[in-house]
């Protein structure tokens, strides 16, 4: 299914979250207008605004108080990634040129700062305690994740359990977010909040599994960037894990590790593809798509109950 089609039941209300997005553009200063208007022009799936959306429909629907947390969220993912290719030296996001390739790194720090305190003023609008903690909860947790990535950068000895920390820290604690925060502003009962705490841990785990595996499958003009990204930067995602488990004495992924040979990165995605790798990754991807959903039935019979199902059998099936 498309997103488009998972999306209508709150389409209005995102294409608002985007009218708000552009807006932040307008600053007297025409200068960062210019890199805002670059920033925000492209907002991609906005699958986490549509997270808060869906998940406050189910209860009281209360824009005042949604609507900027959308806003919130989405800010928050765009500050989050620029500051990550600024951390990797990344020229192209998206099939564009980044914020740190085009004016410096220190520029991209400070534009990422900047919509880090958008996101801050939006989500203070909800005037809700709660939510507003744990908005900050969430952007210690993000950071803590990128701190460790950086930390164990071209290091091999990373567990399975590793691995799911690292990847909740940086994508699934956004998600869950977005579910939690829907929630909540939607005064939805405790019982509610917990399940969609749950179902955005683990659609965010699913979604970054995905994403891992299309670092070795996809094409750079899909992704917008060069395959084989993940192991230029060291990071040891879960299809290059199972490739060392299994070729223990023969594996490119460590010479690439050990000697900084790109050479290898051709070899290590070759020996993916033929190999099962990529069905036994897209096999756990589908087991935290099923734990996400696995209490939705307790949430009142709507359409975005069903599309928030619908939605995580996209996540899962967008590589396929």
């Not at 959308?70 to 998206?94: N, Q």
């Not at 699913?206 to 003009?221: C, G």
């Not at 395959?227 to 299809?239: C, M, N």
Request: with cysteine; aromatic share 8%.
């Amino acid at each position: 299914m498309e997103l488009e089609k998972i999306y209508a039941p709150v389409q209005e209300d995102l294409n608002k979250v985007r009218d708000i997005l552009k807006s932040i553009s307008h600053v007297d200063f025409n200068w960062l207008s210019n890199q805002l208007s670059y920033v925000v022009k492209e907002t991609g799936k906005g699958i986490r605004p549509a997270l808060t959306l869906l998940t406050g429909m189910s209860y009281k629907y209360n824009l005042t108080y949604l609507l900027p947390m959308a806003v919130s969220v989405e800010l928050m993912h765009t500050a989050t990634l620029i500051h990550d290719d600024t951390i990797d030296k990344a020229l192209t996001r998206r099939g564009k040129a980044t914020i740190n390739s085009l004016w410096g790194d220190e520029i991209a720090i400070l534009m990422g700062d900047y919509l880090f305190a958008k996101a801050g003023e939006f989500v203070s609008d909800t005037q809700t305690p709660r939510v507003i903690k744990l908005f900050s909860q969430t952007l210690g947790i993000i950071s803590s994740g990128e701190i460790i990535q950086f930390r164990s950068a071209f290091k091999l000895n990373h567990s399975h359990d590793n691995y799911l920390r690292r990847i909740y820290s940086k994508t699934a604690s956004l998600f869950s977010l977005a579910t939690q925060s829907g929630a909540i502003l939607s005064q939805a009962p405790e019982e509610t909040v917990e399940i969609m705490k749950e179902y955005g841990d683990n659609l965010g785990i699913a979604f970054q599994i995905v994403d891992d595996i299309l670092d070795f499958t996809s094409t750079e003009d899909a992704m917008g960037k060069p395959v084989g990204s993940d192991l230029i930067q060291g990071t040891l995602t879960l299809p290059a894990m199972m490739l060392m488990e299994r070729h223990p004495a023969n594996n490119p992924v460590q010479r690439m590790f050990e000697t900084g040979d790109k050479s290898n990165i051709a070899k290590a995605i070759e020996m993916v593809l033929d190999s099962t790798i990529i069905d036994d990754c897209y096999k756990t991807a589908s087991e935290y798509s099923k734990r996400a959903c696995e209490n939705l039935n307790q949430l009142p019979q709507t359409v975005s109950r069903n599309a928030l199902y619908e939605l995580a059998d996209y996540v899962v099936k967008q590589g396929t």
